[in-house]
């Protein structure tokens, strides 16, 4: 019984998910609105749970499992993404036609996948976690079926997803044969002692690429614009910013518990992904007319970011990881939920169709805008504080060239963020789009400017939340 | 016995040749059985690294991974099932709506 409590949050996840499937059969096609409900109970429990949890540290089932505060705080972020996705996905699902039981029971699956990578102790445990939030999520963006684009997505997700995970497996089962160990701490016992490197160091740059493409870094990025721009904006922002940070912890667990020691060798390639990764994503984002393809590529750039601290490692890199994980997916969110407030019915995403919004829809201009903000880093928001973090983390380690293209890549990203700006404030509306005076308070506002609003108070006052991420990443086990 | 090398060596092949595979052909069907095949690699080397521990965390590892590879195979099936419905093609170089 005891043993159960280290699991907490996923069970929740993976047990309402389950209940959900079979209560659902039971609600009429016409409230689906009800299952919304109920798996945003679900979420919101979990995240509760994982918060009340706090400070709880130990591991069981065998050493399959383990908890500490990093497990904790990525059970918390993915639950309350879970209830936000949920809050956007109502009014969006609704409009597209996609407001199904299925949407929220995948969800939940998904959900429990991610936060069981946070509890992994076990390259086993990390597999099947990894596994289980793929596969409902590669169902998720093709949910808009027969849609083109959806489906186009979906199969895309899926054929790279697949592939990147035959690297991961084949990848653990040569740190397997290295070492003779799957436990993490196993592994990182025997590390100094294992006579058969090359094997090790072939195993950790497979599993490297297997979960360099579930964090889109580049050069194993090519999926993530397509797949981002075809799901449905709701299965998007659930993506970008849930999987993201369930990836992070991930790599953070295999490299940062599991082959710390092997540090000297991996950290290099760490860097060097991340100075690619910025690049690259930063400056295909500057082509983008599509607005949802932009943020695809500000996706991956944000992944390059996360790399730098996991580069720099040490608490400071990951502390500054941790922190920004929940900063993006609230920039994140908040511009997606304003993405798929601007328009009724069928969305229409070039970047020019957003001019003049801040006539049209000032509040929703509003929490774009500072989406754009953060998600470029100009304080007072939670994406300043959180590139300092990781920009010093850096530093302090002796990595100031990536550091510098760090910076120098951030400002090349003002050019997008900041034309999204322009465009909602300074140019004129389409002909013919109706003037809305204040927002109908209703959930999807409220859930977009709670976003925003968590942007800006995580920039004014990150000190608390700092001061956890701390604690959390220090009990790392 | 067999040196376990020998075993790893042919699961290294077996994986470039789905590694490769999956990266040239164009046919969904084709790439979906590829990617298997790096699995089942994945699988060969994981049960003769657990004979050479004398281990057997290695041969369950090969029976979650079947069974990850089942589930993969319902999704991904039923994806092109439904791809090759509204377009009557399995080709991923027909997937081509989005550009950027």
Known sequence: MNELLLVLPP???????????????????????????????????????????????GSGFQGMISVDGVALALDALVGV???????????????????????????????????????????????????????????????????????????????????????????????????????????????????????????AALMLVGLGFKVAAAPFHMWTPDVYQGAPTTVTAFMSTATKAAGFVALLRV????????????????????????????????????????????????????????????????????????AYAAASLAAFAAMTAAHNGEEDQSISAYAGLSRTRPGWALVMAVAMLSLLGIPPTAGFVGKYMLFQSAIDVGLVPLAVIGVLTSVVSGYYYLRVIVTMYFEAPPEGVAVTKGNRLSLHWVTGA?????????????APLINAVTAGVTSIR | MLETNYFVVLAGLLFAIGAVTALTRRNAIMMFM???????????????????????DGQLFVFFVMTVAASEVAVGLALIVSIFKSRSSTDVDDLHSMKG
Not at chain 1, 174 to 196: E, H, K, M, P
Not at chain 1, 256 to 277: E, I
Not at chain 1, 282 to 297: H, P, S, V
Not at chain 1, 450 to 462: D, E, R
């Open chain 1, 11 to 57: 069970l929740i996840f993976a047990l309402g998910g389950v209940v959900l499937l079979m209560v659902d059969l039971a609600i009429p096609r016409e409230r689906k609105s009800l299952t919304a409900g109920m798996a945003a109970v679900v979420s919101a429990a979990a995240a509760l749970c994982a918060i009340l949890q706090w400070g709880l540290a």
């Open chain 1, 81 to 203: 993404i879970g209830v936000m996705t949920i809050g956007l996905s109502l009014r969006y699902n609704a409009l597209r036609g996609i407001l199904r039981g299925e949407f929220f029971v995948l969800m939940l699956f998904s959900l429990s996948g991610m936060a069981l990578i946070g509890h992994a102790a076990n390259l086993l445990t990390i597999f099947l976690a990894i596994e289980l939030l793929s596969i409902p999520l590669y169902v998720l963006s093709g949910i808009a079926r027969p849609r083109l684009d959806s489906e186009e997505s979906a199969m895309k997700y899926f054929l790279l997803g697949a592939f990147a995970s035959g690297f991961l497996v084949f990848g653990m089962a040569l740190v397997y044969g290295a070492t003779g160990q799957l436990s993490l701490t196993g592994i990182a016992r025997t590390l100094i002692t294992s006579t058969s490197v090359p094997l090790l160091v072939v195993g």
């Open chain 1, 255 to 326: 490299f940062g518990v599991a082959l710390g020691d092997l540090a000297n060798v991996w950290q290099p390639a760490f860097a060097a992904l991340s100075a690619l990764t910025m690049m690259i994503g930063n400056l295909g984002a500057l082509t983008q007319i599509n607005l949802k393809r932009m943020l695809a590529y500000s996706s991956i750039a944000h992944a390059g970011y996360l790399l730098m601290g996991l580069a720099a490692g040490g608490v400071s890199g990951v502390r500054g990881v941790v922190f920004y994980l929940p």
């Open chain 1, 450 to 462: 709670i976003a925003a609003a968590a942007s800006i108070v995580l920039g004014i006052l990150p």
């Open chain 2, 34 to 56: 590829a990617i298997e095949l790096m699995l089942n690699a994945a699988n060969l080397a994981l049960v003769a690294f657990a004979r050479q521990w004398q281990q057997l």
